[in-house]
């Protein structure tokens, strides 16, 4: 193992959770507005999960007073706290970019059931 490696894995967090695109998750990220800092939940539904390793990263989007929001996280990132997943979405694909043309039923994503 070189160098680079031993210190990405340093820098890995392990409590990663489980979770793909389709999922609905929370996203505790930490928000510093001047000398404060606090957590700030940003919910929405995973549609894109891209790259490995330390670069990874992930792409949630939400619906704010009818204008949709999308933001991207490193997955690794020191700036956020946790993930929760709330929901597992049941999907066909691994990019849902469609989800930015439809409005209301028609963005709904059928939940996965686990018995």
């Known amino acids: 193992m070189n160098i680079i490696d031993k210190i990405e894995q340093e820098q890995m967090k392990d409590n990663v959770p489980d979770f793909k695109a389709g999922d609905k998750v929370k996203v505790h990220a930490k928000v510093r507005e001047g000398e404060k800092e606090r957590i700030q939940v940003f919910e ?4 894109r999960r891209k790259g490995g390793g330390l670069s990874a990263n992930f792409t949630v989007r939400k619906m704010a007073s009818g204008v949709g929001v999308e933001r991207t996280f490193q997955l690794h990132s020191p700036n956020i706290d946790k993930i929760d997943v709330m929901t597992i979405g049941r999907v066909r694909r691994s990019r849902l970019y469609y989800l930015r043309d439809r ?8 939940e996965k059931r686990t018995w």
């Open 44 to 47: 929405g539904t995973v549609i």
């Open 103 to 110: 409005t209301g039923k028609a963005a709904r994503i059928k």
